[in-house]
């Protein structure tokens, strides 16, 4: 099982700063790697595929990079919209694992 | 507009069964793959199960593996998740979800990603 570490468990930051969000796969899952937002009482919405495609409807402050093992949610400018759990996931291999999320919170 | 609506969920002693369904509309259901995913309160997300967009394909998480069965009704454009020998670790909200961008030009296996996601059913298992 791929285990997916996500860090930093908790990120105080305030509208307009940058977010910068990581994913560490215990093996490499090439660029199947994606990232979904959950907000309080909801549903996860995807927001990024194949670690850099964004879906429609995600805003383009929202930027996936990397391959391999490492990988980075970058949000370039907090909206207040924005404050929520972000987690991410690996379809490499079976079974399908998320990491343990990251929250992003209001400082 | 597509939309996903699970139900079933409710209260069961540890060692019962259930059974959730989850009602698809707005795509061709019967072409998709699709996928059930847990939350336990408070915690993160797991992935339980997956099955191809024929039913002909399963794939189980190993803390499910043997107690759980999924399976779907492309006539009534219906998923469902058969749960036997319920434990309490197994308390938790459900969300039925549909594969998309797979590996292929087609999501007829699930190989994709899970979008969008239902609004979810909480199963708790106590006595």
């Known amino acids: 099982e791929i285990v997916l570490t996500q860090s930093p468990a908790t990120l105080s930051l305030s509208p307009g700063e940058r977010a910068t969000l990581s994913c560490r796969a215990s093996q490499s899952v090439s660029s199947s790697l994606g990232w979904y937002q959950q907000k309080p009482g909801q549903a996860p919405r995807l927001l990024i595929y194949d670690a850099s495609n964004r879906t429609t409807g995600t805003a383009a402050r929202f930027t996936g990079s990397g391959s391999g093992t490492d990988f980075t949610l970058t949000i370039s400018s907090l909206e207040p919209e924005d404050f929520a759990v972000y987690y991410c996931q690996q379809r490499s291999s079976w079974p399908r694992t998320f990491g343990q999320g990251t929250k992003v919170e209001v400082k | 507009e597509v939309q996903l609506l699970e139900s079933g969920g409710g209260l069961v002693q540890p060692g019962g069964s259930l059974r959730l369904s989850c009602a698809a509309s707005?795509?061709?259901?019967?072409?998709?793959?699709m996928s059930w995913v847990r939350q336990a309160p408070g915690k993160g997300l797991e992935w339980v199960s997956g099955?191809?967009?024929?039913?002909?394909?399963?794939h189980y998480a190993d803390s499910v593996k043997g107690r759980f069965t999924i399976s779907r009704d492309n006539s009534k454009n219906m998923l469902y998740l058969q749960m036997n020998s319920l434990r309490a670790n197994d308390t938790a909200v459900y969300y039925c979800v549909r594969h998309v961008f797979c590996s292929s030009a087609t999501c007829y296996n699930p190989n994709g990603w899970f979008d969008p996601w239902g609004q979810g059913t909480l199963v708790t298992v106590s006595s």
């Open positions: 099955v191809s967009s024929s039913g002909g394909s399963t």
């Open positions: 707005g795509f061709t259901f019967g072409r998709n793959a």
